[in-house]
């Protein structure tokens, strides 16, 4: 399975971006997909996930708000919508796949995803 990322750009503070990621390959229904972001010289960090077929989702607190993410089905596509963007979300934001053969609690840990797509810089000027 590949992750495509893509959307990211440069806007200034309040601003808005939309990222998107395609997966090519089957998501299963009790999968999960997540965001997860990572700025220079930090540890990457847990934005957002939501259950494929359920549609549940979980948000850091940081961002909690302003962004929202969401799934198209029928394009194996999740969108992030990120609003009233700030300079401290600045970061390359990558997309994440974790695979379940049965519905369990959102997760915020990079390390119960299984496959990632390759970042797309955001940057926010202020």
């Known amino acids: 399975v590949q992750l495509q990322a893509s959307g990211g750009g440069l806007v200034q503070a309040g601003g808005s971006l939309r990222l998107s990621c395609v997966v090519s390959g089957v998501i299963f229904s009790n999968d999960d997909m997540g965001w997860f972001r990572q700025a220079p010289g930090q540890e990457r960090e847990f934005v957002v996930a939501i259950n494929w077929r359920l549609g549940k989702t979980l948000y850091a607190e940081s961002v909690k708000g302003r962004f929202a993410i969401s799934r198209d089905v029928a394009k194996n596509t999740v969108h992030l919508q990120m609003n009233g963007l700030k300079p401290e979300d600045t970061a390359a934001y990558y997309c994440?796949?974790?695979?379940?053969?049965?519905?369990?609690?959102?997760?915020?840990?990079?390390?119960?995803?299984?496959?990632w797509g390759q970042g797309t810089q955001v940057t926010v000027s202020s």
């Open positions: 994440a796949l974790r695979r379940s053969l049965r519905v369990r609690p959102l997760s915020s840990f990079e390390h119960d995803y299984n496959d």
